[in-house]
T-cell receptor, first 115, second 110 residues
């Protein structure tokens, strides 16, 4: 049973560019959440997608946007990249109805470096 | 603003020692999870606690949820080098969002 798959694993971009990160959730999961983890910090909530809609958003600017597809996979897009966007981007999947009890399954993340 | 504060931030101990790490908040959580994260990997769920005062054991790890559901602790007995990693607590508020603490980085020396 495949867990959460994220691609690419590593990415280097230049300031001002745009980036798209991809996530396939664990089989049976319908909800995808995206987190940003800076070096030495805990994950910070970006947003959550359920039924192809953004259900809740954290304290991130509009440069961060996302999408969820009918097969529950998801994309995170970041426009006008800043140096401060360099981080590990984590995708977490869950089954909405049991999230409080079962927590999240995380992917290994995409390491984004902005130069 | 909901915050989860973890302490200590960093802990270096010898193999065989016991340790406790803490997770505190002023907010009440519907549930609280503990994760362990190794370098270059995503966090892996260790346990979820739901009921105030609940205690769960996972081999040498003991997790406790505070009576008021605002805090939690993780106790490791006879630490092993394989316990090395970043321990994260995460609180579920019921509002479709789970917030994480900054973590406790544990290093167990052989």
């Amino acid at each position: 049973d495949a867990g959460v798959t994220q691609s690419p694993t590593h990415l280097i971009k230049t300031r001002g560019q745009q980036v798209t990160l991809r996530c396939s959730p664990k089989s049976g999961h319908d909800t995808v959440s995206w987190y940003q983890q800076a070096l030495g910090q805990g994950p910070q909530f970006i947003f959550q997608y359920y039924e192809e809609e953004e259900r809740q958003r954290g304290n991130f600017p509009d440069r961060f946007s996302g999408h969820q597809f009918p097969n529950y996979s998801s994309e995170l897009n970041v426009n006008a990249l800043l140096l401060g966007d360099s981080a590990l981007y984590l995708c977490a999947s869950s089954a909405t109805i049991i999230t409080p009890y079962n927590g999240y399954t995380f992917g290994s993340g995409t390491r984004l470096t902005v130069v | 603003t909901q915050l989860l504060e973890q302490s200590p931030q960093f802990l270096s101990i010898q193999e065989g020692e016991n340790l406790t790490v803490y997770c505190n908040s002023s907010s009440v959580f519907s549930s609280l999870q503990w994760y362990r994260q190794e370098p270059g990997e995503g966090p892996v769920l260790l346990v979820t606690v739901v009921t105030g005062g609940e205690v769960k054991k996972l081999k040498r790890l003991t997790f406790q949820f505070g009576d008021a559901r605002k805090d939690s602790s993780l106790h490791i007995t006879a630490a092993q080098t394989g316990d090395t990693g970043l321990y994260l607590c995460a609180g579920y508020t019921g509002g479709f969002k789970t917030i994480f603490g900054a973590g406790t980085r544990l290093f167990v020396k052989a």
